[in-house]
């Protein structure tokens, strides 16, 4: 189901971007877009809703910022209220707990789907979020209630609110989209998180929601009266920085992985992804070269992640013969399949042939990072090794916000801003992808001249790999072609790849040369150079750091940025690195010091 709806809404998204589309096109489009993405909800919602059914609902606790996700929470439902008479108010104080152990992927859910109904029942009026926490030992009862000013429910169908499959009072809400799946969700993840739900409305006036979720205890620190009335104001969110892909990233320096790609870009794409996780990463170019490692095992592997469509042994066959090598080792550790192909089937498929778990490409951080808690992390060797609450966020730059490195920068075919997002907003690792790109991509092209109806199935895997690299780098319309010559070649449409290859190598020839100028162009030039970083400016930094002022850490790190350093250029980098990852508090403690 995902599949369709992610051509309908990546390739409306795409064709808004043009700005030669303009008018009644324009409109339509819009629309578009916006019925796929609620179309997707409603998917979504309906595999969450099996998964839960089916005993397969899995949660993912780990130690997570309380400031950033109130933040995030407050930023996605913001939105919602569009060009309605709603104001919306957020009642918190300085004592909630400045970090709590849970799943905040699920806990923002929760309160997504709340305040989603309550902006949505809501035409005029208001909207109240409130949160709180009590602790009780090891544990926390973190507290929350949406309280809003809306259509309210019946007295009658309060019962059934959490258990039906449909909205209640639909003839009043007819206009009103939803399938009723919201609630009852919500219900149940808060039910596989120890907690409760209760609510109390007044048909007319308005409903109220309260929730109690328990949550691990993890220090007496609190997020302070400052951060507080920063998120009151809405001044926590950086409009620089995505509202919905943040995510806590933990450090594994215990940890190796492989990787087996045959094309020299994924591998790099893939390193780029893993780097800031600083784990050990090795790369093998092929099936048997993977197979040879793991035979070895000199290192002995956390996760194998195994690309699916390879000349001469595909990741199926590769992940066989490991699981056929007699150690326990290679029969255990986890493979994990990388693939272009995100059809539906192909997750079953790749469970049934000794892998754990499928990662669609381009690669999603959010889903690759549940993949490596799931599969890498190893929390008690980060407690032996002292590692503990060594978890730091990233986030990636909002859809809507030009990378200072490609600002003003265009060309036919690319969208710097998606690809600078794959790689969490880190624009030096997108860089050395984009020359990855041009620098292999040749080769690539050069196996699909001398096309032939013999050699129809190698065309196929060459035709994949494009896509895949093309995709990574957020050059869909290459992906796109590279994707439908691939699905021509394994159907044995030989007609269709000779009609439509030569068009093909062409465009993909020109997007290498315009990479090749704008990249030769990005080499920069010469900093002014300084003794060392201004201290002022530390001081500053320090300052909007320890109160969560992302606009003050902005305007500092710019100042700090503009030189060259004889000495303390260390700092500026580890500095630059942490500001990526809204690591503020890691920044303030090196500060203080």
């Known amino acids: 189901m995902r599949t369709p709806l992610n051509a309908v809404i990546g390739l409306s998204e795409l064709a808004l971007g043009y700005d030669s589309v303009t008018g009644q096109a324009r409109e339509n489009i819009e629309k578009v877009y916006h019925a796929g993405m609620n179309l997707l909800s409603i998917v979504n919602d309906l595999l969450d809703m099996s998964k839960i059914e089916a005993g397969k609902f899995e949660l993912l606790p780990a130690e997570y910022d309380v400031p950033s996700l109130i933040n995030d929470t ?6 919602r209220i569009g060009s309605k008479p709603i104001t919306f108010h957020l009642d918190i104080d300085g004592t909630l707990p400045g970090k709590l152990f849970g799943d905040d992927l699920r806990i923002r859910q929760v309160f997504n789907n ?30 929350g209630t949406v309280r809003d000013t809306g259509s309210g429910i019946r007295r009658e169908d309060l019962n059934k609110l959490f258990s039906t499959y449909g909205q209640v009072d639909t003839k009043s809400n007819r206009k009103i989209e939803g399938t009723g799946l919201g609630l009852t969700i919500t219900k149940r993840m808060v039910e596989f998180m120890d ?74 794409v893939a ?45 199926i066959e590769a992940a066989r013969r490991i699981r056929g090598i007699e150690t326990e080792y290679a029969k255990n550790v986890p493979i994990l399949a990388l693939t272009a192909n995100a059809i539906t089937g192909n997750e ?30 190893n929390r008690d060797l980060e407690t032996q090794l002292g590692l503990s609450g060594q978890e730091t966020e990233n986030a990636v730059p909002s859809k809507d916000t030009s990378p200072s490195l490609f600002e003003g920068k265009a060309i036919e075919g690319m969208d710097f801003i998606k690809g600078t997002a794959l790689y969490g907003g880190d624009e030096e690792t997108y860089l050395h992808i984009l020359r990855s790109y041009t620098k292999n991509t040749p080769e690539l092209i050069n196996g699909l ?42 159907s044995g449409d030989f007609a269709f790849v000779t009609a439509n290859n030569g068009d093909f190598i062409n465009r ?60 303390g250029g260390d700092l500026v980098e580890w500095l630059e690195e942490k500001v ?3 690591a503020f508090k890691q920044i303030a403690e090196r500060l203080s010091q």
């Open 508 to 567: 993909v020839e020109k997007l290498l040369a315009d990479l090749s100028v704008l990249l030769e162009g990005m080499g920069g030039g010469q900093k002014l150079k300084k003794e060392a970083p201004d201290k002022t400016v530390l001081e500053e930094l320090l300052k909007a750091a320890q109160t969560f002022d992302i606009d003050g850490v902005d305007k500092t790190m710019e100042e700090l940025a503009r030189y060259e350093y004889e000495s």
């Open 580 to 582: 990526k990852a809204s």
């Open 74 to 79: 407050v930023t996605l439902n913001i939105p």
């Open 271 to 315: 390193g780029g992804l893993l780097k800031p996780y600083g784990m050990h990463v090795d790369f093998a170019g092929s099936g048997p070269e993977a197979i040879a490692l793991v035979e070895k095992a000199e290192v002995k592997y956390n996760a194998i992640f195994m690309d699916h469509m390879m000349p001469g042994m595909d990741g």
């Open 348 to 377: 079953e498929m790749f469970l049934k042939n000794g892998f754990q778990a499928f990662l669609s490409k381009p690669i999603d951080i959010m889903a690759l990072d549940a993949a490596i808690r799931r599969f890498v992390r």
């Open 449 to 490: 001249r001398g096309l032939t109806e013999n050699n129809l199935r190698d065309y196929a895997i060459t035709a994949h790999s494009i896509k895949g690299s093309s995709l990574s780098i957020g050059a869909g319309d290459a992906g796109k072609k590279a994707e439908a010559l691939e699905y021509a070649a394994k």
């Open 114 to 143: 709340l305040l989603s109904n309550a902006f949505k029942y809501t035409q005029e009026g208001d909207v109240y979020w409130s949160l709180s926490c009590r602790r009780e030992g090891d544990f926390v009862w973190l507290e």
């Open 195 to 268: 907690g409760d739900i209760s609510v109390d409305s007044e048909y007319g006036k308005g409903s109220v929601f309260t929730v109690r979720i328990k949550q691990g205890f993890v220090s007496d620190s609190v997020i302070g009266d400052e951060v507080a009335r920063n998120l009151k104001d809405f001044h926590y969110t950086d409009s620089k920085r995505s509202r919905n892909e943040k995510l806590v990233r933990v450090k594994m320096p215990y940890a190796s992985v492989l990787v087996v790609d045959d094309v020299a870009t994924n591998l790099d």
